[in-house]
């Protein structure tokens, strides 16, 4: 079963470009993931899913300042013009035949 | 609207039974499965089982697998989580997600999350 591996926290500031990375366990290069955002004491949101050609759909309301891109196993959310609202921690997301659902550990994204 | 609305907050003690709910709306309910997941304090998300309204198909991590019940009524458009017995691990935020049933299946919508404590 794959594993997402993603770092624990990450930093950047109001109005720079930040980049989060997911990564998926060797013999899973290939596989979709989705990304999702969980801003503190609230559920989680879906932000969009990614394919390890690069291309990426996002969820309804998700503004075009997230964007997803890929090479090899990593898969990227890159979040553009960061803003106080941004803050948050994102979390990736993969299955295995429709059987397996698991998360990565998540990252707490700091917007200094 | 699709929404997913989960059932209130619980205090409960150990050794006590209880089910808690999610209702989708704004959607069929039968061409979409529900997966929960688990949110311990101040830790991250936990894939718990899913559960197809259309047939009741259940999946469950071994992690969860016998500790967990997951069920559904496809009548009323609402899944459920349940435990028989409760312990004090247990103790964490609930959160039931909406899984797209056609490839490629991942988490689209969530539900606000339901708490549960147990104590003694």
């Known amino acids: 079963q794959p594993v997402l591996t993603q770092s624990s926290s990450a930093s950047a500031s109001l109005g720079s470009s930040v980049k989060l990375t997911c990564t998926l366990s060797s013999g899973h290069s290939s596989y979709i993931i989705a990304w999702h955002q969980q801003q503190p004491g609230k559920a989680p949101r879906y932000l969009m899913k990614l394919e390890g050609s690069g291309s990426y759909n996002k969820g309804s309301g998700v503004p075009d300042r997230f964007s997803g891109s890929s090479s090899g196993a990593d898969r990227y959310l890159t979040i553009s013009n960061l803003q106080s609202e941004d803050e948050a921690d994102y979390y990736c997301e993969t299955w295995d035949s429709n059987t397996h659902w698991v998360f990565g550990g998540g990252t707490k994204l700091t917007v200094l | 609207e699709v929404q997913l609305v989960q059932s209130g907050a619980e205090v409960k003690k150990p050794g006590e039974s209880l089910r808690i709910s999610c209702k989708g709306s704004?959607?069929?309910?039968?061409?979409?499965?529900i997966s929960w997941v688990r949110q311990m304090p101040g830790k991250g998300l936990e894939w718990m089982g899913r559960i197809d309204p259309s047939d009741s198909y259940t999946n469950y991590s071994p992690s969860f697998q016998g500790h967990v019940t997951i069920s559904a009524d496809k009548s009323i458009s609402t899944a459920y989580l349940q435990w028989s017995s409760l312990k004090a691990s247990d103790t964490a935020m609930y959160y039931c997600?909406?899984?797209?049933?056609?490839?490629?299946?991942?988490?689209?919508?969530w539900g606000q999350g339901t708490l549960v404590t147990v104590s003694s």
């Open positions: 997600a909406r899984i797209r049933a056609v490839a490629p299946t991942y988490s689209d919508y």
């Open positions: 704004g959607y069929s309910f039968t061409s979409y499965w």
